[in-house]
């Protein structure tokens, strides 16, 4: 166990005893928080959250024009309010995300990471063309060269989800495909004290255990929450979790100003049964090809946030953060796609440790006759350390790697950004031209690199060739412009064109996946949307959002499937491997459409107390390649359509109940299209309710893929790849309170 870990465990475990109960707090957001739908209990108890939405808001589920010191006219946007739907249990980012149109969600069956796309932008492993954030504050290894989404917080404690699509790289840099946001609560402001806890059962053996407190005495006040997870995972072996995530907050709280230090602290173990070839998926897809595969993450993040209203006129944000992360992995060598590793192969150990840090500091400046203009400017400064340790074990039962080391690797990157956007307001239009201009730089040295020798036994082989060497300066200029015209109260135009990049990651060149070969070289890719959008309310029951959208990205960074032959660049590549290189530049095109009907409720059609409303959304996607190596190819994971439904029921006693329907498209899981790598579309649905009781107590129950369909969302090449399979129908039971 790490020093630095270990101090973390034993502070947080002091925090945690000093607090007597875990709490629930939530601060950190693309905007300060948005309050609750009323209901007595928010009534009680108003909480504001740190999000991308804190002021001049439209409706609570929409992007507001200015929250802070962000400006949102002229971007748009999408939110997930996540109190309008029954508790989601455990990781289930295809219900928690459903109403966030075009977000593709690639299950990982054992929960272990999430991995998303959008508008088919690269592949969604471990969501590497998303940005990440929980409380607007990076949360994942390195925003920049490594943006693996590893932490995903309890969707019990997620106030909402955020997401800002491509013109999010003017507010937060990279990534392309747009930044999602997880708002927590935020602290809680009248004087007193209230708790919640939760406990969750369910198939193969899972059990969840949530408790959070929050306190205040009007002026000061602390909040924190623990939850424990495991569970044995749908496959016959090894698809185990076990997990933990903590967090404590201190703040102070004023008419004018909120200053919030947290802790965060999370470790997961995971099994991981690896991936099966279409025959074995078709067979069982409860197989399992490596049984002695293992995962741990590990993370420690501690955060200061200021947020202070100057004047009627100022305010101004700050963020400083801190995160260590820990990626270590136990895979088997001389695994190969789909199939089955033998017992008698080794395990390789492979250790990669994430110290992150960076400040942020924004300020917004209204202006005008009325205050219709404002001028945000900002600027960021961004620094990782990141070394590799890949050691060879002497059996599939040693973890320590005793076999002797194979390789090391120095990582390290530094960002610096300045930013700034105007929004010009006339009547009825607004006009916000906005840039970041960014200046990284990233060095990876190889100082060991040896070939693995014998899958079963022995020590490492002779040296694998030159060592690697890579140091790269970038200054990349970002712009934008957006428009937004509000043609009437209920209906509103919004235009947006803006640029955006995908800097190398780490891995880029320097790769440690068997069976992957990797380009010499690399280049950074950049993207360009265009987008045009309505928001239009006809009628109370009824709201309808629409767009357009165009997206080039250039030079993306993808993988050709195998077979691949020698070539003066590449070595071959067989059946089941990769090459991981620049592929080409794609033009992806579409239309997003969400229209959200209440058929009983206050602004329902029928009227009445409780609400009864059907949300649809609906993307159209038309993704090619238009020049290099996979030209007219179609990129991976952008299906032609994806579309859910959710017909959710709000009780005014707090009850819910939803019946969500999703529906994905056919995908490609490589660039060049390889038939092996294909997936088939899916249809799954999924039911939930929450219902209250008395005393503060409700029982929750759901079946997730009810209809059990077999699928795979999600497939890899290389050792231990394949197809992953998606859940077959699993159920679960919850006692909830909260007083």
């Known amino acids: 166990m790490p020093s630095s870990f270990l101090a973390a465990r034993i502070l947080l475990a002091g925090l945690l005893i000093s607090a007597a109960t875990p709490g629930w707090a939530a601060e950190g957001s693309l905007m300060p928080a948005l309050p609750e739908e009323p209901d007595k209990h928010a009534a009680a108890h108003a909480n504001q959250a740190t999000s991308i939405i804190v002021t001049a808001r439209r409706e609570t589920d929409r992007l507001p024009d200015e929250a802070g010191t962000m400006i949102f006219a002229g971007k748009l946007g999408d939110i997930a309010v996540l109190s309008d739907v029954p508790p989601v249990a455990g990781r289930n980012l295809r219900l928690a995300l459903a109403d966030i149109p075009g977000l593709l969600v690639s299950e990982v069956s054992n929960g272990s990471w999430a991995s998303l796309s959008y508008r088919g932008l690269g592949e969604p492993h471990e969501s590497w063309n998303l940005l990440t954030l929980q409380d607007a504050i990076p949360a994942v290894p390195d925003m920049y060269s490594y943006p693996a989404a590893y932490f995903i917080p309890p969707f019990e404690l997620v106030e909402r989800v955020e997401f800002i699509r491509g013109a999010s790289g003017l507010l937060y840099g990279p990534q392309p495909g747009g930044a999602i946001n997880y708002v927590m609560r935020g602290p809680r402001k009248p004087a007193g004290a209230e708790g919640q806890a939760r406990v969750t059962l369910g198939s193969w053996d899972a059990r969840q255990a949530l408790a959070n407190l929050a306190v205040s005495d009007g002026r000061f006040a602390a909040d924190g929450f623990v939850q424990y997870a495991a569970g044995n995972g749908p496959r016959r072996t090894n698809s185990d979790q076990e997990q933990f995530t903590g967090r404590l907050r201190g703040h102070y709280v004023s008419d004018a100003m909120t200053l919030t230090l947290a802790l965060d602290y999370y470790q997961g173990r995971f099994g991981e049964p690896g991936g099966l070839s279409r025959a074995r998926l078709a067979a069982d897809r409860r197989a399992v090809s490596t049984a002695f595969d293992r995962l741990r993450i590990e993370r420690f993040a501690p955060t200061l946030a200021l947020d202070w209203e100057v004047d009627d006129q100022t305010e101004l944000t700050a963020r400083a953060f801190y995160s260590r992360f820990e990626r270590e992995s136990w895979r088997q060598a001389g695994g190969s796609f789909g199939q089955v590793t033998p017992t008698a192969n080794v395990l390789v150990r492979q250790l990669q440790a994430f110290d992150t840090a960076g400040i942020d500091l924004r300020v917004r400046r209204e202006f005008g006759g009325q205050g219709q203009h404002a001028l945000t400017l900002g600027a960021f400064g961004h620094t990782s ?135 010499g070289t690399f280049e950074a890719s950049f993207a360009f949307s265009l987008e045009t959008g309505v928001q239009f309310r006809p009628a109370p029951p009824l709201r309808i959002d629409a767009s357009l959208f165009r997206i080039t990205f250039e030079d993306q960074i993808g993988f050709l499937a195998g077979p691949l032959p020698t070539t003066p660049l590449f070595n071959a590549v067989g059946a089941g491997g990769a090459r991981r290189q620049n592929v080409g530049t794609m033009r992806n095109q579409g239309i997003d459409l969400a229209v959200r009907f209440d058929l009983l409720g206050p602004d329902g059609l029928a009227g009445g107390g409780d609400t009864l409303r059907l949300s649809t959304n609906l993307q159209l996607l038309d993704a090619t390649f238009t020049n290099g190596v996979v030209h007219g190819a179609t990129p991976q994971y952008a299906p032609n359509h994806l579309l859910r439904s959710t017909l959710a029921y709000l009780g005014r006693n707090g009850a819910r109940a939803a019946l969500t329907f999703t529906s994905v498209g056919d995908q490609q899981g490589s660039d060049n299209n390889v038939a092996d790598f294909a997936l088939p579309g899916y249809q799954v649905l999924d039911a939930s309710v929450e219902w209250p009781i008395a005393g503060g107590f409700s029982i929750g129950a759901g079946i997730n893929n009810l209809l059990d369909e077999t699928y795979a969302g999600r497939v890899r090449p290389g050792g231990g790849g394949g197809f992953d399979p998606g859940l077959p129908r699993n159920v679960f039971v919850s006692l909830g309170w909260r007083g």
């Open 385 to 519: 350390d990141a070394p590799v340790l890949v050691d060879k074990g002497l059996s599939s039962a040693d973890l320590a790697g005793l076999g002797g080391a194979v390789s090391r690797v120095s990582r390290s990157g530094h960002a610096t950004a300045i930013f700034g956007e105007i929004k010009f307001g006339f009547g009825d239009v607004q006009i916000v031209p906005g840039f970041r201009v960014e200046r990284l730089r990233q060095r990876v040295v190889e100082t060991l690199d040896l070939l693995l020798g014998s899958v079963t036994s022995g020590t490492p082989g002779a040296p694998n060739g030159a060592l690697g060497h890579r140091e790269n300066v970038d200054t990349v200029p970002l712009f934008g412009i957006g428009v937004t015209w509000d043609a009437g109260e209920s209906l509103r135009f919004v235009a947006n064109a803006s640029r955006g990049f995908k800097p190398l990651l780490y891995n880029d060149g320097v790769t440690f996946q068997t069976g992957v070969d990797v380009a």
